[in-house]
């Protein structure tokens, strides 16, 4: 059984990961392949964009994914 230490620092350490990791807000379209909305923005941001977008297109596909580094 973890302590209450462990617990709290297995919490911050999930978000850290969160605030540093980068995602991509995507939508899929009619050929059925992601298509990018928004790039290497936090979870945070993208989250958020989600909430507009899904306002915006009620009916369309919306997803969050790791950002994936291309260079």
Not at 11 to 30: I, N, P, Q, T
Request: hydrophobic letters at 45%; glycine letters at 2%.
């Amino acid at each position: 059984m973890l302590s209450i230490n462990a617990k709290v620092k297995a919490v911050c350490d999930a978000v850290e990961l969160l605030v540093h990791e980068r995602y991509d807000l995507v939508v899929l379209d009619d050929e059925g392949s992601w298509k990018v909305l928004a790039s290497a923005v936090t979870y945070e941001d993208a989250d958020h964009q989600l909430d507009i977008y899904t306002d915006q297109f009620p009916h369309a596909m919306l997803d969050i994914l790791p950002h994936k580094n291309n260079d």
